[in-house]
């Protein structure tokens, strides 16, 4: 059974960085994309960044030049690398894996931007 660990959320100042890691217990290649989503408190699940089998990737407006996500498949994992935080960043951040018959979620991590 696959799963999904994500890691590397916390509490950073406005402008600061951090990278988010998902470790997938299965095969990354055998994924038809991969993707972050997140959701902050009282707002709806938002789509953040996908990167398809073939390496394209496409993000939300919001975090455009300031995101990326990026994959290692010798590690099984995908990261999304955080920068120029910002508060409205502020959320818990989901890894997300969909095959052809599937579709597969992480337990979620925390990232809170202070100002």
């Known amino acids: 059974q696959v799963q999904l660990v994500e890691s590397g959320g916390g509490l950073v100042q406005a402008g600061g960085s951090l990278r988010l890691s998902c470790a997938v217990s299965g095969y990354i290649a055998s994924m038809n994309y991969m993707r972050w989503f997140r959701q902050a408190p009282g707002k709806q699940r938002e789509l953040v960044a996908v990167?398809?089998?073939?390496?394209?990737?496409n993000y939300v407006d919001s975090v455009q030049g300031r995101f990326t996500i990026s994959r290692d498949s010798a590690k099984n994992t995908v990261y999304l690398q955080m920068n120029s935080l910002k508060p409205e960043d502020t959320a818990v951040y989901s890894c997300?894996?969909?095959?052809?018959?599937?579709?597969?979620w992480g337990q979620g991590t925390q990232v809170t931007v202070s100002l």
């Open positions: 990167i398809i089998q073939g390496g394209g990737t």
């Open positions: 997300n894996a969909v095959s052809d018959v599937r579709c597969y």
